[in-house]
């Protein structure tokens, strides 16, 4: 299939991960729990509890525990397990454990890699600070599909490829408005887009640019349906 | 799909409709392990199944039985009979089905979900159990060879609301016995006569690996409740489960114990799993083992 | 007691009338009907009732209402004093569409749950497309809404909207649809089961 194993791919927006929250992502295939605490950044793990298998991501949040749904065991942020309620006297062996993989925060977007043991970094893809985020979208098309048609888009202003990752794009648009979408490979046929912007201050722009990608959606899906 | 080839699996007895679901004179498409069959109501209490092939014509004929308000057959040739439950046969029993209902995975998931004492307190919260209280006390399981099933003894559990009939919490005693690799029911003390048992159980049509049909038929002591509320009662708890069930990874069961990792707690579900092995079923099964 | 509610505990429409009679703080009388498998809400007693053969339906003194949809929207209008679940000015007409959104498109969600755990024989395919093409537009819809810093369909405060719309979107697994595309919706219904009188339903967890 040609997919690169060692590769940062954006699954969220920072802002729009809520607190003491577990959500479902999948990167090709494989089931992530993207998940925070009432506090802290946000952590990816295997979507499966060791115990019985169920998917974390359906599990439930106390201050800094993930808990799975299913028999209530309690998880730390390095992915031990720390209760287990049929048995409150008992510490849990430390074979019990959530199988994390590495988790970064960046440019507001959270990226995860499904190399665990040793992922290269996450690459330079644009100025540090100042992103806002904008929203996510799911889209029916293959990773060209909706990189050539992020490239031919009308944003509404002039547009230009600033740079062009494996997993991210980042443009310019206009004199001052700067977007980044970081790609998220689903399944074969479908890629979550996660895109944030620098120079879109207030909300107004914010809203048009999420109405606007929409619009992007459509065309892709609509090119597939041509074909 | 492909109709398994597991003699195991094709040698047991399974549910292919509840008694009541075919209007006398029609016919009910289903399929049992992959194999694509045909049960036809010929009168009031009389039953044909056959299996059908791919292009739907009609080809041998399957053994029928109907009992525990379940239309049973089978692609093979049963050693084990269907279990003798003598709850339904008690006259003063009310006998009591719920259709039946379709979940995506392996049947052995299911049995295992309702042998779990663990999670009574969280997925059915405030009815069979209070997260207060969750600690599973140590019982015992038995393998009862001249049987042949599986035992689960001195199961004691706090219970808010046990059944239709309980007006509060209390400890509730059960008994769990797994019949067949497709059946399981539990006997569960009633409030008003503690010498006596409430008889539910769970008989899995296989439909293919990772989907089944359940069926809940029923025998308890209840002169008070409504068949509707106490229908109400089991699909409420099934479809709390129903949740879990769609969502354990891998949906075929995996027998290594070094995969899923259990705890005293789980004592019937690894006696379950090494009954599955030593019976070697291949159907449903995640490492499919030597034949 | 004036309300009685035609009900059955699995159906996310009964659900959609029973949160709001709780956060209404409404007594009312539950008569159970046996939808599956007996069936009973094709019965012809029930048929006198509800003459679509269909549930809820919800007797108020001598009024007797068929439709989730138009239930919530006679609770709110008679009972709730604050104005907030049905508000009356310029964000009537909004919630109005959202609530038939939710009688509506979102319907296929049930649909394919109804095929999926009680057997029912539909096109389980185009059931599962259209829902989440009608996910899709409330995800879009709460997209921008976040971006407004807002939590609920409407308003500044949850409406018959929210809760006409959160049933069928939160049991969308139990017909094999599910939330991995929707972090806006997951938002949103992780707000509303921590408002202050919900109560969960089966399929629905009870932790947050």
Redesign the interface.
């Given at each position: 299939m040609g997919i690169e194993h060692n590769q940062w791919r954006g699954i969220g927006l920072d802002r729009q991960v809520q607190p003491a929250s577990s959500n479902p992502v999948i990167v090709n295939g494989e089931m992530l729990a993207m998940w925070r605490g009432e506090n802290g950044p946000v952590r990816v793990w295997e979507d499966r509890c060791p115990h019985r298998g169920m998917r974390l991501s359906f599990g439930f949040v106390r201050g800094d525990s993930l808990r799975c749904i299913y028999h209530g065991w309690a998880y730390r942020t390095d992915g031990q397990c720390v209760e287990i309620p049929a048995h409150p006297d008992l510490t849990p062996p430390k074979t019990i454990c959530a199988a994390s993989y590495p988790a970064e925060t960046r440019y507001g977007i959270v990226w995860t890699n499904l190399e665990r043991a040793a992922p290269s970094p996450l690459p330079d893809l644009g100025p540090e600070d100042g992103w806002e985020p904008v929203r996510s979208l799911y889209v029916n098309g293959s990773a060209a599909q909706v990189e050539a048609a992020i490239e031919a888009f009308d944003f509404g202003a002039p547009s230009m490829v600033r740079l062009k990752h494996a997993n991210a794009i980042a443009l310019g648009i206009g004199v001052e408005l700067e977007l980044l979408i970081a790609l998220q490979p689903v399944a074969d046929n479908r890629i979550g887009l996660h895109v944030v912007a620098r120079g879109a201050s207030t909300p107004e722009t914010r809203a048009s640019l999420a109405r606007r990608l929409q619009r992007l959606r459509t065309e892709i899906e609509m090119a597939q349906e041509k074909k | 799909m492909v109709a398994t080839t597991d003699t195991v699996a094709r040698n047991e007895w399974v549910p292919c409709g509840?008694l009541?679901?075919i209007a006398i004179g029609t016919n009910l498409d289903t399929m049992i392990f992959g194999q694509p069959i045909r049960v036809a109501r010929i009168a009031q209490d009389d039953y044909h199944v056959v299996e059908l092939s791919d292009a739907g014509t009609e080809g041998r004929s399957l053994p029928v039985q109907t009992r525990y308000n379940c239309i049973f057959t089978t692609l093979g040739e049963p050693t084990r009979a269907l279990p003798e439950i003598s709850e339904f046969d008690e006259p003063d029993r009310r006998i009591v089905?719920?259709?039946?209902?379709?979940v995506?995975t392996c049947p052995y998931r299911l049995i295992?979900n309702f042998l779990?004492?663990?999670?009574l307190?969280?997925?059915h919260?405030?009815i069979l159990g209070d997260?207060e209280k969750?600690?599973?006390l140590a019982y015992k399981t038995e393998h009862r060879k001249e049987a042949d099933e599986i035992w689960a003894v001195d199961c004691s559990f706090y219970q808010p609301a046990a059944s239709k009939a309980s007006t509060s919490g209390q400890m509730t005693k059960y008994i769990y016995r797994v019949m067949s690799p497709f059946s399981v029911m539990l006997y569960k003390t009633v409030n008003s006569d503690p010498s006596r048992n409430d008889a539910i159980c769970v008989f899995i049509q296989p439909i293919g690996e990772t989907q089944c049909?359940a069926y809940m038929p029923m025998a308890l002591v209840d002169d008070v409740s409504?068949?509707?509320?106490i229908?109400?009662f089991q699909?409420?708890?099934?479809?709390?489960d129903?949740?879990?069930l769609?969502?354990?990874?891998?949906a075929l069961l995996?027998l290594d114990p070094t995969y899923?990792?259990?705890?005293?707690?789980d004592a019937s579900?690894i006696a379950y799993r090494r009954w599955l092995k030593a019976m070697n079923i291949q159907f449903g099964i995640l490492e499919k083992q030597a034949a | 007691m004036t309300i009685t509610l035609y009900d059955y505990t699995l159906s996310g429409s009964c659900y959609k009338v029973r949160l709001l009679l709780r956060f209404l703080g409404l007594a009312y009388e539950r008569q159970q009907i046996d939808f599956f498998p007996g069936r009973q809400h094709k019965s012809l007693e029930f048929l006198e009732i509800n003459p679509l053969g269909q549930l809820p339906a919800l007797r108020d003194g001598t009024l007797m209402l068929r439709d989730a949809q138009a239930i919530l929207c006679h609770l709110a209008n008679t009972y709730d004093t604050s104005g907030q679940w049905l508000p009356r000015d310029e964000r009537f007409g909004e919630v109005m569409m959202w609530v038939m959104f939710a009688g509506g498109e979102l319907m296929n969600s049930s649909a394919a749950r109804l095929h999926d755990a009680l057997g029912y024989k539909l096109d389980i395919e185009a059931a599962r497309a259209n829902a989440h093409a009608a996910l899709r537009v409330l995800e879009d819809h709460m997209t921008g809404r976040e971006i407004a810093g807002r939590k609920w369909i409407v308003g500044d405060a949850p409406t018959i909207a929210d809760i006409a719309c959160f049933p069928y979107i939160a049991l969308s697994g139990d017909g094999g649809i599910g939330h991995e595309d929707y972090p806006a919706l997951r938002n949103w219904m992780r707000d509303f089961r921590r408002l202050d009188g919900f109560h969960a339903m089966p399929g629905i967890a009870e932790f947050v």
């Open positions: - | 509840w009541g679901q089905g719920c259709g039946s209902v379709g995506s295992e779990d004492l663990a999670h307190c969280f997925i919260k405030d997260p969750s600690e599973v049909l409504t068949d509707g509320d229908i109400e699909q409420s708890i099934f479809l709390q129903r949740v879990i769609e969502n354990q990874r891998p995996p899923e990792l259990p705890t005293r707690a579900s | -």
